[in-house]
């Protein structure tokens, strides 16, 4: 089931660099883990801005909850979610 | 270049229904043949409304233009559009 | 799997009473389908507005989109959704 | 008598992580004991937030000031309100 | 129990001023009668407007649900609402 | 001359919690004297908000000025001004 | 005493030419005439636009009132109020 | 050339009150020297705010910017400008 | 003097296609004759939208009211505007 | 391949004044080398605010995406983009 998620990133000036270094590893990492798992299907950056768009494939509701509640950074961004079906006019057998 | 684009369809009430179907069927029709070409990478429907997100994949800003002008339903849609990167973190070899 | 979808509903005076009150008759007897299924788990009234808000409860966004899309007032209303989980504090065995 | 109520929790930063975690413990014990009274009769989380929507029956706006007065998280809450009725379509006795 | 309400009239230029006049009439002798049995306690043009702000004084939800639904004038009216409470500043007695 | 006005209290966690006390009982005196003098007309509470709404009689848009900034807690407050009149419908002698 | 007015007109494009410029022939004597009399301090167009920033001095909120409702192009604009007092640094006497 | 110049002054908490006395006092001297030159038409308060609503009298748009970014109070300003006409309706030769 | 002019093009479904047809056709004219003579120094689509973002070179406020009032397509456009200055980091001469 | 590019700068208080002059410093020779290179087009000062309006000439979203990520003043600023195509009315070859 899939899902458009926007996640905007804002890490505070009160942060520490460096641990703000460890987090934006920490969030690759975690997201890329995801991404191999089939889980976090795409990830494109706005262009110009701290931000990304994603769409993920998950079992249900709860599914997502847990996998955004567990990015590193989640507590430096605001998310948006829209539920995604399979467009009537879609070609593309995974976009479901 | 990939560009994500939102389009929300408003059809008017006055809008003669058999004049709705043709152009429905018209929009689906250049629809598909813009993804067999490569160029409209992805489509979605957003869950419980007549709106979907799409990822084109165009040479240049003049060709979205001139794609999204085509559009059979374009004079009923609200399009927002925003320019995407490949993100630092994906995976995915085709999603740039 | 539950999601809250608020429904307002405007209805245009260009649409003829009687066919008014048959949209709403169909409209009654779709939703108390849905309810006895239990798919359509609450509807209340929003106090003096001509709005609802609904819990349902459904397999996946597909399904949510299916109901939704055959609503008998469906091109009369503006739908907003969001994706619930089971609260950590609810004493409730349904609520999920 | 219900209400609508959405929160939306915004812990700062600057709140000591013990502190934070002994005023989460309160909320949830405050909760559930108003959830085993019956004055709050639902509680959902929004997917992917630190929000819920809830829903309480209280004898009057005063009983539920009171009582929104009382969540320990209240200092770090946004919260809206709607008056809710039974639906006319409603099949539900205890949806009123 | 009191609710603040607050009406915007947009009375549509296609009804014809003797129905609009009527109305008017309608809801003129619909507000005094439900000023008259206590229940619409206050009512204030605001200035330079077609809207009014109003004090309610109901015994539920559902009270005032009714008597907004039977405004003469509700089909052209925008209507916002806010349960109010005894400040705890007041002396007037009669504020609650 | 009759004002409503809306105030938003926020006040500051940086705020000592016996400041924010004594600035609170300094409003409460301030308000209950204007009150006295007929120029605060009404005060209520809005439900699960620490926020009211307010009538004022002034003679004029200077006197409502300095009334206003006189308010110990108005460096706190964000606040909306709507100037009245007398509704045609109103039965209220005292409601102009 | 002072108010600042924003008049925002949109004629639509049902009203009949003829009708148009005989209501803005009216508006242009109404306007002038309360100029003449004192009461319409100001008026400026803003640029690029059928909008206009006018400054009114009137006795009361009623006054106020009275004269928008009296405008003949009032059917067709949005109007927002502001109320004014004299600025502590101004050193034009008129400006109160 | 004249401009509606709207500023909103929020001085923050953290501002010394003693140097938040010495900026207001040469933020009047400031206006009124504009105001003796007859760039600085009017300025008016907005009764109950800390806002003021003002007409400037330039040569051109770098004037404008000029004066607006010698304000005193600029770092502590939101500024909103809008540029003016003269009215066809005004009768008041200033006004232009 | 700079200004910069954001149009929004929203021809109504009711307006004749020949009609609108030889509104686009003098809109042009116009538009070319204004930057021939200097006035209207550049034009843009902007992507996927009935919009341009244009920079005008006028005398003054009056100047630039004139030009837009005279535009063809003006009675279907929401225009905004933002007066412009040499930016202290240009290295265009002509960009003042 | 043009964009339109609006910056509105947020030096925070807390920022050192010679660390904010380092970065202004910094921020105009990285703007004047882009505007060497051709790729910064334009560049104008919003009339009475810290805010710029740039044209961008770039080779793609993420040639865009490289050079904005760039600016010493990034982290103090909220950017929006435009793409744009040549509109068909311009007479400038340069416009496109």
């Given amino acids: ?3 458009k998620v926007a996640m905007i990133v804002e890490i505070p000036a009160t942060l520490a660099p460096e ?3 460890q987090l934006k590893a920490k969030e690759k990492a975690y997201s890329q883990q995801l991404q191999h798992e ?3 299907r795409h990830i494109w950056r706005i262009a110009g801005k701290y931000e990304n768009v994603s769409i993920f494939d998950v079992k249900d509701n709860t599914a997502l909850h847990d996998i955004l509640m567990g990015l ?3 507590p430096f961004m605001k998310i948006s979610i829209e539920p995604l079906c399979r467009h009537p006019s879609s070609i ?3 976009d479901k």
Avoid: T
Wanted: hydrophobic fraction near 40%; charge should be negative; avoid cysteine.
């Fill in 1 to 3: 089931m899939l899902f």
């Fill in 19 to 21: 641990e703000a270094q």
């Fill in 38 to 40: 089939g889980k976090w």
């Fill in 72 to 74: 590193p950074l989640y």
């Fill in 92 to 94: 593309h057998e995974d």
